[in-house]
Nanobody
Framework: QVQLVESGGGLVQAGGSLRLSCAASGRTFSSYYMGWFRQAPGKEREFVARIRWSVGSIYYTDSVKGRFTISRDNAKNTVYLQMNSLKPEDTAVYYC???????????WGQGTQVTVSS
């Protein structure tokens, strides 16, 4: 059982920055995949980024490469998503997720709203 709580969302103008945090509690493993997803109104959930901490490998979807950075603080059991050069199309509810197997995320946070204005 893993609990995930996102924070750091808000309203920002285009070109601005936000840093999202995802605090994990309960039973966690260093081998977990930790990922960020987002969902805009009326659209399907979209993968954004993930990190496999045991290896340190990171993967981003093309639309955020060069703008977003995923990282993890092992001591704080927290994963971050630093978002720079935000665009209106980044507007969505952002979710943190965790899983033992790649592309199989069994644990999800409640989401945090990110709104980017023009």
């Amino acid at each position: 059982q893993v609990q995930l709580v996102e924070s750091g969302g808000g309203l920002v103008q285009a070109g601005g920055s936000l840093r999202l945090s995802c605090a994990a509690s309960g039973r966690t493993f260093s081998s977990y995949y930790m990922g960020w997803f987002r969902q805009a109104p009326g659209k399907e959930r979209e993968f954004v980024a993930r990190i496999r901490w045991s290896v340190g490998s990171i993967y981003y979807t093309d639309s955020v490469k060069g703008r977003f950075t995923i990282s993890r603080d092992n001591a704080k059991n927290t994963v971050y998503l630093q978002m720079n050069s935000l665009k209106p199309e980044d507007t969505a509810v952002y979710y943190c997720a965790a899983g033992l197997v790649e592309s199989q995320y069994g644990y999800w946070g409640q989401g945090t709203q990110v709104t980017v204005s023009s």
